[in-house]
């Protein structure tokens, strides 16, 4: 028996569960960051609204959703949530992916509110000056949000931001525990199979490292090419 | 006491320390000024070895303060360094700040540090604040208290690197006064500064500087009076606004 | 609800204690406070490698940072729990593998706080230390480090709410902590999904809420403490 058998790797059964579970990964990652990134920028605008009820709605999400971990989301989408539905919807949920799709709002809420406490950095960054230029010119609340203030504020946000998706990537794995067939749990599986765990635990650690690596070297290449510009 | 010989220092292409040289003798008190830019805090900064020499040797005491083996800790000891922004410890009140050293150094026993300490702030003024922290004091107050600390390792030579140069005005004066009575008691001093008055009250000699090297060498009255060198003339008819 | 908290409250909070190991929330607390004060030394260790002169020091710590941080969790989880026993021979049981794990997490992302708070200090403070003739090891200890760490407390206590989320993550190798007590509570009851999982995420949020606002109210008082001090012109930043 070889210490590690990278054939395991290259083809055959094993592998393509492992690969199954890379992309299904990915699509978690996609679908999640998808809803996140507008739910992040919806929630953002209204912690920084004049409206005092907006602020309090978007702050109580923000702290609701931030203190409980990940996992303990993902229980409650899977297992309380369906009992929530009404009966025909309920069923129709059970007979599509109910892995997925739980997996999907819990990651999306998740990474949704922090990815609007970095927007509402970004947001903040901004001096006040420039909204009040803005409105000076005649231009209403929303077009000065969406042409000056918006604009200047993400791409302050995007380096955080694209660490937050990284943060999304890695927070994929923990959709195993409602059975959500992603990397980590074909990686587990193909343990159980095999009693190998060095070649599937090497090929998770491969496919997340090189997610995250690509994902912050975006950062760093956007850092370079679009420089926060003050006055 | 101080001896330096042919001393180089580059900051990448830049030559900030262009072969000085120069002699320091005990008890003296030694002012450099000049221009900004002209490496006076580069120099005295070599003496303590707070920045490293490219060429040339620096010797106290007569021994090469670059030599292999030699203890930099046990040479800071034994100088006074006085910095531009005080450096107080703000964790530390004004008291330990002065007893730091000394204890953990194993000079003296805590008992007599605090002595010591408490001694030398009297002598700076500031003995009913020796339970102040630093965010408590002034920036007079903690200059003070910073050069209470840096003589609690009773050095036999002092420097100061722009003492004053953070001071609001109204303060200036009191630090200088703690400063001439220092000279007063015989401490060997090298002062980089642009205080003229204590420069002309206090110095033996000044060093005038500009772009790494020493222009002028001379006593306060010659210096003030008839500056020889041309840069020198023109440094002190700028400070007297023509 | 009411019911199921009265029922159920005792299992809840310590598991199957005394008739079998500690579980629940006091577990999932004890276990978080634990691995952040062993994770402490180390973490301090690698965070002054982090800052430290020597490129054969802080290349390597920086590898092991970056390689950390870029990899879930669970997968940390999962190498400790299948793979060690394996190499070592030592078959470590869920708490053991969990608090190795999370010692190991807390400590890279402690050696970032340090790092954090050292490079935050003015340069002259390091300097004003080693021109008394202070060596770097005494100038640490006694001048750099208290300050970085006090500066940096709201950090240590929002790295332990990190942490007390992170160990729900032992549920999934089968710890008893309290969002498995959660699931298994639901499962004996079965009918009432909802309120029990509406108390396990009200328990979590008092809980990290509540340090979370520890963290808001330190940093605040230090806030207060150094807008006190007196001004100074530019100060470099400490390199080290």
């Known amino acids: 028996m070889t210490f590690f058998d990278a054939n395991l790797l290259r083809s055959g059964e094993y592998h393509d569960w492992l690969v199954q579970g890379f992309i299904l990964s990915l699509q978690l990652l996609g679908a999640s960051f998808v809803i996140a990134l507008p739910l992040g920028v919806a929630i953002a605008l209204m912690r920084t609204s004049p409206s005092a009820p907006l602020r309090a709605v978007g702050a109580s999400l923000v702290e609701g959703i931030r203190n409980?971990?990940?996992?303990a989301h993902l229980l409650f989408w899977y297992f309380a949530f369906p009992e929530l539905l009404p009966e025909a919807v309920k069923l129709a949920l059970y007979d599509s992916n109910p892995e997925y799709i739980c997996a999907t709002i819990a990651l999306s809420l998740y990474a949704?509110?922090?990815?609007?406490?970095?927007i509402r950095s970004g947001i903040r960054a901004v001096p006040a000056a420039q909204m009040e230029a803005a409105r000076s010119?005649?231009?209403?609340?929303?077009a000065a949000l969406r042409l000056?203030?918006?604009p200047q504020s993400i791409r302050i946000a995007v380096p955080p931001l694209l660490s937050q998706t990284v943060n999304l990537?890695?927070?994929?794995?923990?959709?195993?525990?409602?059975?959500?067939a992603e990397m980590m749990y074909q990686a587990a599986r193909v343990e159980t199979a095999t009693f190998r765990s060095v070649e599937a635990f090497t090929f998770a650690t491969l496919a997340y490292l090189t997610v995250s690596l690509a994902i912050s070297l975006a950062a760093q290449l956007y850092a370079r090419r679009f420089p926060v510009r003050t006055v | 006491m101080i001896q330096l010989d042919g001393v180089n220092k580059w900051y990448g292409q830049y030559h900030a320390l262009v072969d000085v040289s120069e002699h320091v003798a005990k008890n003296e008190v030694v002012v450099v000024c000049g221009p900004s830019g002209s490496g006076k805090s580069t120099l005295i900064r070599t003496l303590n070895r707070l920045e490293e020499i490219d060429g040339g040797r620096i010797a106290i005491d007569g021994r090469d303060i670059h030599a292999p083996g030699i203890d930099v800790n046990a040479l800071r000891a034994g100088i006074g360094f006085v910095f531009q922004h005080f450096n107080l410890f703000p964790h530390l009140s004004a008291l330990e700040n002065c007893m730091l050293a000394p204890v953990n150094l194993k000079r003296a026993s805590k008992v007599e540090s605090r002595a010591y300490a408490m001694e030398l702030l009297d002598g700076v003024g500031l003995a009913h604040k020796a339970d102040a922290y630093p965010h408590e004091l002034s920036g007079g107050q903690q200059q003070r208290v910073a050069i209470a600390r840096a003589l609690a390792m009773r050095p036999p030579v002092m420097l100061f690197d722009e003492p004053t140069s953070a001071l609001d005005p109204e303060m200036v004066g009191e630090v200088l006064g703690v400063m001439r009575r220092l000279a007063g008691q015989g401490m060997t001093m090298v002062c980089v500064t642009h205080e003229m008055g204590f420069a002309r009250d206090v110095a033996d000699r000044i060093l005038f500087m500009s772009e790494g090297r020493i222009l002028e060498r001379a006593t306060p009255e010659d210096f003030f009076t008839h500056p020889t060198h041309p840069r020198a003339q023109q440094f002190l008819a700028d400070r007297s606004g023509r | 609800m009411i019911e199921l908290i009265q029922d159920y409250w005792l299992y809840f909070l310590v598991g199957q204690y005394p008739n079998g190991p500690l579980g629940g929330l006091t577990l999932t607390i004890l276990l978080s406070a634990a691995a952040l004060v062993l994770a402490m030394p180390l973490g301090l260790l690698l965070g002054v490698a982090r800052v430290s002169p020597f490129r054969a020091v802080r290349w390597p710590v920086a590898a092991l940072v970056q390689v950390v941080r870029a990899v879930p969790l669970l997968l940390v989880v999962f190498w400790a729990y299948f793979f060690l026993p394996a190499v070592t021979g030592v078959k470590t049981g869920q708490a053991t593998t969990m608090l190795m794990t999370l010692v190991l997490f807390d400590a890279v992302y402690l050696a970032e706080i340090v790092?954090?708070?050292i490079q935050s200090l003015p340069k002259g403070q390091l300097e004003g230390?080693?021109?008394?003739?202070?060596?770097?090891?005494?100038?640490?200890r006694l001048v750099i480090l208290p300050q970085a760490l006090r500066h940096v407390s709201p950090s240590l206590v929002s790295q332990l709410v990190a942490t007390i989320k992170a160990t729900s993550l032992g549920y999934i190798i089968g710890l008893s902590e309290v969002s498995f007590i959660a699931t298994q509570v639901n499962t004996l009851v079965f009918t009432k999904a909802v309120e029990v999982y509406i108390i396990l995420a009200a328990t979590y949020f008092i809980l990290c809420f509540g340090l979370s606002r520890l963290a808001f109210l330190l940093e605040r008082r230090l806030n207060r403490r150094s807008a006190s001090a007196p001004a100074l012109a530019s100060v470099a930043k400490v390199s080290l």
Request: glycine share 14%.
């Open chain 1, 137 to 142: 010119l005649g231009l209403g609340r929303i």
């Open chain 1, 169 to 180: 990537w890695k927070d994929t794995s923990v959709a195993t525990v409602i059975g959500a």
């Open chain 1, 68 to 71: 409980v971990p990940l996992l």
């Open chain 1, 148 to 150: 000056v203030l918006l």
């Open chain 1, 112 to 118: 949704g509110v922090h990815m609007a406490e970095d």
């Open chain 3, 115 to 117: 790092k954090a708070g």
């Open chain 3, 129 to 140: 230390a080693r021109s008394l003739g202070l060596s770097y090891g005494q100038a640490l």
